[in-house]
T-cell receptor, first 115, second 108 residues
Framework: EPEVTQTPSHQVTQMGQEVILRCVPI?????FYWYRQILGQKVEFLVS????????KSEIFDDQFSVERPDGSNFTLKIRSTKLEDSAMYFC?????????????FGNGTRLTVT | AQRVTQPEKLLSVFKGAPVELKCNYS??????LFWYVQYSRQRLQLLLR??SRESIKGFTADLNKGETSFHLKKPFAQEEDSAMYYC??????????FGAGTRLFVKA
C-alpha cells in the first residue's frame, strides 16, 4: 500500500537556523498538508496546499513558515530562523482527489529539535 | 468556535470489557467527523469516519448532533486495541481539527 514518506526522521538545529522538512505524498493525491505536535500537546493544523497554492493556513503559519512543491513528487516545509518553541513533531499528510480535507494519510513525522 | 474535546487523557480497561472513548465537538456547520488511531511506533492512521457508518476492528461511532458527540465504542476490548485515539473534525474541506487524544490501555 502506498505511503507518505518524510525525511529526515529527526532533525536537530540551532536556534536561528533554517530547516527544510521533506515529504513525498502518495502519488495520485492532490491535497497536501502539514501538521505539528508539540510534545504532550494536540496535533495542530499548519497549512493545506492544493493546485500549487496554499488553500488554508492557521495562525501558527506565519511568515516564518513556507511550503513548496518544487517538483511532481516532493512537498516541503521551510522554517526560517527557528526558535526553541518550534521544537515539535511535524507530520505531512495527503488526501486523494475529490476528498479535500479528508481522510488524511499521514507520514511518520519528522521530530525537530531546536537547541 | 471550532473545537474537538476528548475529556479523557487515559482510559484503562481489562481485556473483554466494553470501551467508550468520548468525543464532543463544536462547529456551526455540518460536521464531518473521524477517528484516527496511532499504535505504538506506527503512523497516525484513519480508523473510521462517520459518513461510512461502518465498523472497523469492532469499533463503531455514531454522530449525535443533538449532543454534538461522536463517541467511539467497542463491546469487547482486545490487548491490540491499546493505542492513542484522536477524534477529528473537518471544517470547510481543507482543515482538520484534532482533539487532544485519549490513550487506551487494555490490560490482560
Amino acid at each position: 500500500e502506498p505511503e507518505v514518506t518524510q525525511t529526515p526522521s529527526h532533525q536537530v538545529t540551532q536556534m536561528g537556523q533554517e530547516v527544510i522538512l521533506r515529504c513525498v505524498p502518495i502519488s495520485n493525491h492532490l491535497y497536501f498538508y502539514w501538521y505539528r505536535q508539540i510534545l504532550g500537546q494536540k496535533v495542530e493544523f499548519l497549512v493545506s496546499f492544493y493546485n500549487n497554492e496554499i488553500s488554508e493556513k492557521s495562525e501558527i503559519f506565519d511568515d516564518q513558515f513556507s511550503v513548496e512543491r518544487p517538483d511532481g513528487s516532493n512537498f516541503t516545509l521551510k522554517i526560517r530562523s527557528t526558535k526553541l518553541e518550534d521544537s515539535a513533531m511535524y507530520f505531512c499528510a495527503s488526501s486523494p482527489p475529490g476528498q479535500g480535507g479528508s481522510p488524511l494519510h499521514f507520514g511518520n513525522g519528522t521530530r525537530l529539535t531546536v537547541t | 468556535a471550532q473545537r474537538v474535546t476528548q475529556p479523557e487523557k487515559l482510559l484503562s480497561v481489562f481485556k473483554g470489557a466494553p470501551v467508550e472513548l468520548k468525543c464532543n465537538y463544536s462547529y456551526s456547520g455540518s460536521p464531518e467527523l473521524f477517528w484516527y488511531v496511532q499504535y505504538s511506533r506506527q503512523r497516525l492512521q484513519l480508523l473510521l469516519r462517520h459518513i461510512s457508518r461502518e465498523s472497523i476492528k469492532g469499533f463503531t461511532a455514531d454522530l449525535n448532533k443533538g449532543e454534538t458527540s461522536f463517541h467511539l465504542k467497542k463491546p469487547f476490548a482486545q490487548e491490540e486495541d491499546s493505542a492513542m485515539y484522536y477524534c477529528a473534525l473537518v471544517t470547510g474541506g481543507f482543515k482538520t481539527i484534532f482533539g487532544a487524544g485519549t490513550r487506551l490501555f487494555v490490560k490482560a
